[in-house]
């Protein structure tokens, strides 16, 4: 193994063991402990029974499945709720896939959900690949709390219920995917090294 090879393989071997490990978002009253950015559904205004698909793309994300509404169908004072919302299986709203895209992958998202008891299944993609999901009942008011991902890159998060029930979502937070500080500083180390080995390599040429 030629002696910068060596070196780089050395240092992503580091760089891998570093790595933070995935963890899910399940129930939690808060959601991310200082999210970068937040949707509330109400930067808009009131857009009341209107499909949302890009209406929010200024903020970072895009959606599918989903209309605005203003509280109407009880889920107000439930875990992260306050005014707008998206709701979806509701009679005058979208009934399909339930799908938050993000404009760039992030590293963590979360937001708040509420239904009447029906079992669902939270799932982050990067493009089309599965990167973790897990399962979990959502009750009606308080809600479920905020569910969602840390730790992980993903682009996309898929919610599904096995009882095609009523679904409401909002306060959605996430964290751009920016490479961590240890990560970065190994990064660091494997140019430093790499630079070292070939300055050496070409002085002995």
Known sequence: MKPITYVAAV??????????QATPIIGSPTGLSSPQSVIT????????????????????????????????????????????????????FPNGPMVINFNQPVSAAAFAIVDQG??????????????????????????????????????????SNNQGSGTTIDTLQFNSAVPEP??????????????TVRRRNKATV
């Open 182 to 195: 240890a990560t970065m500083a190994v990064f660091g180390m494997m140019a430093v090294g790499a630079l």
């Open 118 to 159: 029906a079992n669902y299944t939270i799932s982050a993609f990067l493009g089309n690949t599965l990167v973790e999901s897990f399962g979990l009942n959502v009750g009606f008011n308080p809600g479920a709390g905020f569910v969602g991902f840390e730790n992980i890159t993903f682009d996309s998060i898929q919610i």
């Open 41 to 92: 559904f109400d930067e808009l205004g009131n857009l009341q029974n209107q499909v949302i698909t890009n209406q929010f793309s200024a903020y970072g994300a895009t959606f599918q499945g989903f209309g605005w509404d203003n509280a109407t169908n009880g889920q107000s004072g439930s875990t992260g709720f306050a005014g707008g919302d998206l709701v979806s299986g509701l009679p005058g």
């Open 11 to 20: 240092l992503v071997a580091v760089c891998v063991s570093v790595s933070a």
